[in-house]
C-alpha cells in the first residue's frame, strides 16, 4: 500500500517527489509544525512493507530547527531499527544543509534533489 503523506496536509503541497514511502514536509519544519511531521513521519515508517527507503520531501520547506532536526534523527533511527535501508532528504533547503553540517549529522542523511 502506497505511504505518501502531507506533514501538514491544511495547505497543498506542489508538485514534486511521488511515489511509496514519501512524506512531503510544507511550510517549516520548526517547533510549530513538528508534531504534524513526527505524526507523518511515524505513520509513513509503520506502513512501509519490509526494507524500504524512507523519502522526506523538503521542496516546499525553507526552514528547519533543532526540534526539526531532532524529528528528522528520531525518524531515522526509527526507520533503521525497523530495517528499512535509509531515510533521504529530498530538496533539502541550504539552511538545513547548514544545520546538517553544524551538528555533525550531514553524513547521516543522503541527500537528492526532488
Known amino acids: 500500500m502506497p505511504a505518501e503523506r ?3 496536509p491544511s495547505r497543498p ?3 514534486g517527489i ?21 505524526e507523518a513521519l511515524l505513520a509513513v ?4 512493507d519490509g526494507p524500504t527507503e524512507i ?6 520547506s525553507s526552514f528547519c530547527d533543532s526540534s526539526g532536526l531532532n524529528a528528522l ?8 531499527r525497523a ?3 535509509l531515510v533521504v532528504l529530498a530538496a533539502p533547503s541550504h539552511q538545513l544543509l547548514r544545520l546538517l553540517h553544524l ?4 553524513d547521516l542523511f543522503p541527500v537528492r534533489s526532488a
Open 73 to 80: 534523527l528520531r525518524a531515522r533511527e526509527l526507520g533503521l
Open 45 to 48: 515508517l509503520a506502513d512501509a
Open 18 to 38: 511521488t511515489g511509496r514511502n514519501v512524506v512531503r514536509v510544507v511550510g517549516e519544519l520548526g517547533l510549530d509544525h513538528v508534531r504534524a511531521v513526527d
Open 103 to 106: 551538528t555533525g549529522s550531514a
Open 83 to 85: 530495517g528499512h535501508t
Open 55 to 60: 523519502v522526506v520531501d523538503l521542496s516546499n
Open 13 to 15: 503541497a506542489d508538485e
Open 6 to 8: 502531507d506533514a501538514r
